[in-house]
């Protein structure tokens, strides 16, 4: 006899596996987030251009705003903070402070140590677009309620959590 959880388990592998399509219609779930993701993104993606930056730039800029302070953040630490994972950081950063939006510090002590600080120019370009960036969270959200988002985060959170593929441990670090 099959456990609650083995059930479970087969139902899932059959919805991703397009088992159980009663039409072409039918989505397996990971296309649906992919998609979802990709069409939610697409928003920020067209806001950020008027203003010179890509989604990944406003990251760096974001992350140094709220986690770096007066001191800064080395590269690898921007990394970690990043919400999508970009291949090299380092030339993201070049373009930032080509547009002095961002600085890196040399320490005085030790040259090999570099900081990356946000420029009082980033800060104004994150100031300016701050209403337009809630606004849209506001209308992509606005059809759910409060609790239904709660839901949607815990249920993709257990969802990176108990992959049924084992994720590369080292993008979550």
Do not use: C
């Amino acid at each position: 006899m099959a456990t609650p959880d083995h059930a479970r388990r087969a139902s899932l592998v059959s919805v991703v596996r397009g088992e159980d399509r009663e039409d072409l219609r039918t989505e397996h779930p990971t296309g649906a987030v992919i998609r979802t993701a990709s069409f939610l993104e697409l928003a920020f993606a067209n806001l950020f251009k008027k203003h010179g930056i890509s989604p990944p730039q406003y990251n760096i800029l974001r992350a140094l705003y709220w986690r770096g302070g007066s001191e800064g953040l080395p590269v690898k630490e921007i990394r970690k903070l990043l919400i999508n994972r970009v291949p090299d950081p380092t030339r993201l950063i070049d373009r930032l402070e080509k547009a002095k939006l961002v600085k890196r510090v040399h320490n005085q002590v030790d040259r090999r140590v570099v900081k990356v600080q946000i420029t009082s120019q980033g800060e104004e370009l994150l100031t300016t677009l701050d209403p337009f960036v809630l606004k849209l969270h506001e209308e992509q959200f606005e059809h759910l309620s409060l609790q239904e988002i709660h839901e949607a985060r815990a249920l993709l959170q257990e969802i990176v959590k108990r992959s049924i593929v084992p994720l590369d441990r080292r993008l979550l670090e």
